[in-house]
């Protein structure tokens, strides 16, 4: 094979296994921390109606109102020092999104492309590849990652989207807190505490790209202070197309079951027990691919006071998938224990620090010599720390915190993550705000332990040798913005970055040999602005979207060769928009609208979404009409064209 | 807001420019932090409080006696320090329930509670709990509160906040024993206890 075939296979290679098995995105560490809770949790505070709208509201409705914050330490949304995104309940229920990678479409910071019926890639300033692996996604605190590929499977994520309390999405390093692959965004789902699931919940939908799609729901409580819930889903969905007309055969089935059960033996404890289940598979070549998997965490939460608290969490979690069209089957286990406090010092420091352990027993077996990963197994520990003192140097007003995180992993040694930030509000309703940071994407087993073919080979061979030599790839962040909250009707946000990257990912031949390795041969900057607001022009109607413009210039460093167009296929603009209307006679008009911008290389052109739901609630009952991707009857976002989906659902709670 | 910006923000409405309707909106609503931001507004957790001091009377029934005369106003006390504000004021203004308008009275003291319909007690009353609900509990007067234990002590309704959100708990016992008819769909709707015996 010649060289430039060689690579040729590589990439496609990798590009296909990774369409395949292990989609999108990102990477891990820590657990979702309290900074990041409290600005959402307490966005509800700031979104309090004006009073002429809370008289019109039902006791019921008053009683849903958050009017302080659970961990007791507000911070408003519109305080938070960071390009923080919320998506709620009601946006999600509003958007006809079925799944949770739709849900995410709502969150205007973040790149999601659909590549195929059950495949999505989704990234935040940049990087929107295949491979897309700088951002860490969380579901309760438990990272969904496998440290196979330093991405997310976004097929096996799934949640009953009723139960998600909100969706925090923060564009950039998760700072200090969030540890290694937090490099360009944190994706934080939160679902509800059991109380607020009480009672029956059934929902069943039919569709024509969603074919069909039911859950059903059941939430008790034992005494005042056990609350919990169960559920179980199950949908399946259709083909898309492949650009030549035909059907992709990439049909996709899920079964899922779980549980969460809350206890609060007393004002200052929260204990907390989750868990679930799933198995699915996917129509794939010349087999359909089969995957299973579930996971049981634990946490206990103790409040000492408004402003220190601290928390322990453990889980299990157990994934297993046979991809066919990789040739390779993927079995992890993964135990992670991690502990948090905060406490203040004096009257201007706030402390909060952290330690954890994971350990992930990764098993892959090769199912041809031809490629595969070697060695086929590996335990990895992984150790982690942080400390970081938020300092109000003006009380109320000018806050400086500085942090770093410290994290040991099996391929790269120690990692120092530090950064710092500055937040200035001058009068509660605007923030200023500034940081810098370092962040690292620490190596995954794919980018140290992949090989093609899998066994030795003849000196003279063209070969893929791993990268025994890779490192983290790292980025220096500087980022500003500004949130303003006018009225309680109306938030803006901007926030603009210039990050600057080194040791990116590079695939090259070691010099006067056919030896590929994988190596850290490639640089560049990124640069872009993040627009978002969200507005309610009348009590009837509410609109939230946002703007993304997005440069780089990502090159090989002196000495290497790289395309270096693989890292990453944006955008440079995109744009989405929600309009959420009450009608009269309980019926709701919704839509939505992405604009989704050209795509370089291979080129794809930009294009407009609408989507559009039409609901009539009824006491508990709820019809509705959804649909989705209406401008055209097939387009074309990353990989597959993905069809016009139309359903139909009922929903009725008890 | 100035009457002369409104008509600027009606006129780009009316020709239906959309970025100009936006921008001349955020100039006037940037412009209206300063008057906004400057009124003192009770926590959200208050706000939301006394939107339900003003929805209890629609839930509640108060025997003829409870008032003087047929048209004389409804009255909420607020006992001890007031940490509502202008707000609860702001929410009862030109409010009417069955023909009794409503108003907001301070009080100090519970000796100097007299003719009012609900009674809020306020969290720095809550050292003096167990005397002011033996002066109040045979009369009239829906007393309200949030502190620990408010509804166990002989309270008719305690705000309880739960994970950031209020829920109410109701002594059955103490709505009796005060002639009050409390409405089964608010019931309903929250934990019913009753007065403990200790």
């Known amino acids: 094979m010649k060289v430039p075939a060689m690579l040729h296979f590589l990439v496609g290679y990798l590009g296909t296994s990774a369409r395949r098995f292990w989609l999108a995105a990102f990477v891990f560490l820590v657990l979702g921390l309290p900074g990041l809770a409290n600005g959402a949790l307490a966005q509800a505070q700031d979104t309090l109606p004006p009073l002429g709208q809370l008289k019109t509201m039902s006791i019921e409705e008053l009683m849903n109102i958050e009017v302080t914050s659970v961990s007791k330490r507000p911070e408003k949304l519109s305080e938070a020092a960071s390009a923080i995104q919320v998506i709620t309940q009601e946006e999600i229920h509003r958007s006809g999104a079925t799944n949770l990678a739709e849900a995410l479409q709502l969150a205007p910071n973040l790149q999601v492309a659909q590549l195929n019926s059950y495949a999505w890639i989704i990234s935040t300033r940049g990087f929107n590849a295949l491979f897309s692996n700088k951002l860490l996604a969380m579901i309760d605190g438990r990272t969904i990652y496998t440290p196979l590929f330093a991405g997310v499977s976004w097929d096996v994520q799934n949640v009953l989207l009723d139960d998600i309390d909100r969706i925090e999405v923060v564009s950039g390093p998760g700072g200090s807190l969030w540890g290694a692959n937090a490099v360009n965004g944190v994706i934080n789902v939160v679902t509800k505490h059991s109380a607020d699931t009480q009672g029956l919940y059934a929902s069943a939908a039919v569709g024509s790209f969603l074919q069909d799609q039911a859950a059903v729901r059941y939430g008790g409580h034992v005494g005042e202070k056990l609350s919990y819930r169960i559920f179980a889903q199950r949908f399946d969905r259709n083909n898309t197309v492949v650009p030549g007309g035909e059907d992709n055969s990439d049909d996709w089935h899920l079964t899922q079951g779980g549980f969460r059960m809350d206890w609060l033996p007393s004002g200052a404890d929260a204990v907390m027990l989750e868990g679930n289940l799933y198995g699915g598979s996917e ?10 998997g579930g996971y049981v965490l634990g946490s206990w939460s103790r409040t000492f006071s408004p402003a220190s608290a601290m928390q322990v969490q453990l889980y299990v979690d157990h994934t297993w998938r046979r991809d066919v069209p990789s040739t390779l089957t993927d079995e992890l286990t ?3 224990l991690d502990f948090q406090h905060r406490f203040p010092v004096g009257g201007r420091n706030n402390i909060l620090w952290g330690a954890g352990y994971r350990l992930m027993d990764s098993d892959v077996r090769n199912s041809t010599e031809f490629v595969g990963f070697v060695p086929m197994s590996r335990t990895m520990h992984l150790f982690s720390g942080f400390v970081q003192d938020e300092i109000a140097l003006v009380q109320d007003q000018l806050k400086l915190t500085v942090g770093t995180k410290l994290e040991h992993n099996v391929f790269s040694g120690f990692e120092v993550q530090p950064s710092t930030r500055l937040a200035w509000t001058p009068d509660g309703r605007q923030t200023i ?24 080979v003849e000196p003279g061979t063209p070969n893929v040798n791993g990268g025994p030599n890779f490192g983290s790839e790292n980025v220096v962040a500087y980022e500003a913005g500004y949130r303003v909250q006018p009225t309680s009707l109306l938030a803006l946000s901007l926030a603009v970055f210039y990050n600057r990257y080194d040791d990116l990912y590079s695939v090259e031949a070691l010099p006067g040999t056919m030896t590929y390795e994988i190596q850290n041969g490639s640089e560049g900057e990124t640069w872009g602005a993040e627009l978002s607001g969200s507005y309610q022009p009348a009590r009837w109607w509410r609109l939230h979207g946002g703007y993304v413009y997005l440069g780089k210039d990502l090159r090989s460093k002196p000495g290497h060769a790289f395309d270096t167009s693989i890292l990453g296929n944006d955008p440079q603009h995109q744009f989405l928009l929600q309009s959420m209307m009450d009608l009269p006679g309980n019926f709701q008009f919704d839509v939505v609208s992405h604009y989704g911008g050209v795509r370089p290389v291979p080129h794809i052109p930009g294009y407009f979404t609408l989507d559009a739901r039409l609901a009539w609630q009824f006491k508990g009952l709820e019809l509705s009409v959804v649909g989705r991707n209406l401008t055209k009857k097939r387009h074309l976002e ?17 | 807001m100035a009457p002369v910006e409104a008509t600027a923000y009606e006129r780009s409405a009316r020709r239906g420019r959309g970025l100009a309707h936006w921008l001349v909106l955020a100039t006037l609503l940037v412009a209206s932090i300063e008057t906004t931001a400057a009124q003192t507004t009770p926590s959200p957790e208050y706000q939301v409080k006394a939107v339900f001091l003003y929805h209890f009377t629609e839930f509640v029934t108060w025997p003829r006696s409870a008032f003087p005369e047929a048209q004389a106003p409804l009255v909420i006390g607020v006992l001890g320090d007031d ?4 707000y609860l004021d702001e929410t009862v203004r030109g409010e009417m329930v069955n023909g009794h308008p409503l108003v907001v009275r301070r009080y100090d003291r519970v000796e100097q509670v007299e003719g009012c319909q609900i009674l809020f007690v306020s969290p720095s009353e809550a050292g003096r709990l167990g005397r002011i609900l033996s002066r109040t509990s045979d009369r009239p007067l829906l007393t309200v509160g949030d502190t620990d234990d408010f509804a166990r002590d002989g309270g008719i309704i305690q705000f309880v906040t739960v994970r950031g959100k209020i829920r109410l708990r109701i002594n059955v016992d103490a709505a009796r024993s005060a002639g009050l008819t409390i409405s089964s769909k608010l019931l309903g709707l929250a934990d019913i206890v009753t007065t403990s015996r200790s």
Not at chain 1, 436 to 451: M, W
Not at chain 1, 638 to 654: D, E, S
């Open chain 1, 433 to 456: 705000w500034s940081a810098v940071s370092r962040a690292i994407r620490a190596p995954s087993r794919i980018d140290v332990d992949y090989h093609i073919p899998a066994h030795p």
């Open chain 1, 638 to 654: 990353y990989g597959a064209l993905i069809p016009r989906n139309v359903y139909g659902k009922v929903t009725w709670r008890l």
């Open chain 1, 334 to 336: 993964t135990y992670d």
């Open chain 1, 283 to 292: 129509e794939t070549s010349p087999r359909p691919s089969a995957m299973n």
């Open chain 2, 83 to 86: 940490p509502f504000g202008a």
